[in-house]
């Protein structure tokens, strides 16, 4: 049974950090490419970062938080990171992390239909 748990969500000052967690289970982790989503309230799900599989670990990154967030994966705990720091206000949402079997590229990386597996979600709040 596939399963991904997010963890590491919470409130914070604008400015601040947090680290989400995702530990996996049920598929082989290195064979698949791991992102972060988030949904704000009335607003649609967007793309937050991902990390492609074995093939070659690329790491994309929407343009709001680059230079901010950082993705990883630790293949001996079967789970993917995203470090955020210098939080803002707009990064309050709710973030999920998704797998995907395989690569995916530079115009697919960011499209929620490209990934079959989804965890349940953490939120992050920032305000002061």
């Known amino acids: 049974q596939v399963q991904l748990v997010e963890s590491g969500g919470g409130l914070v000052q604008p400015g601040g950090s947090l680290r989400l967690s995702c530990t996996t289970s049920?598929?082989?982790?290195?064979?698949?490419?791991l992102a972060w989503f988030r949904q704000a309230p009335g607003k649609e799900r967007e793309a937050v970062a991902s990390?492609?599989?074995?093939?070659?670990?690329?790491?994309f990154y929407r343009d709001s938080v680059k230079g901010r967030f950082t993705i990883s994966r630790d293949h001996a705990k079967n789970t993917v990171y995203l470090q955020m720091n210098n939080l803002e206000p707009e990064d309050t949402a709710v973030y999920y992390c998704?797998?995907?079997?395989?690569?995916?590229?530079?115009?697919?990386?960011?499209?929620?239909?490209?990934?079959?597996?989804w965890g349940q979600g953490t939120q992050v709040s920032v305000a002061s």
């Open positions: 998704a797998a995907h079997w395989g690569q995916t590229g530079e115009y697919t990386w960011a499209v929620p239909g490209q990934y079959r597996y």
């Open positions: 049920g598929f082989t982790f290195d064979y698949y490419t």
């Open positions: 990390i492609s599989d074995e093939t070659d670990w690329k790491e």
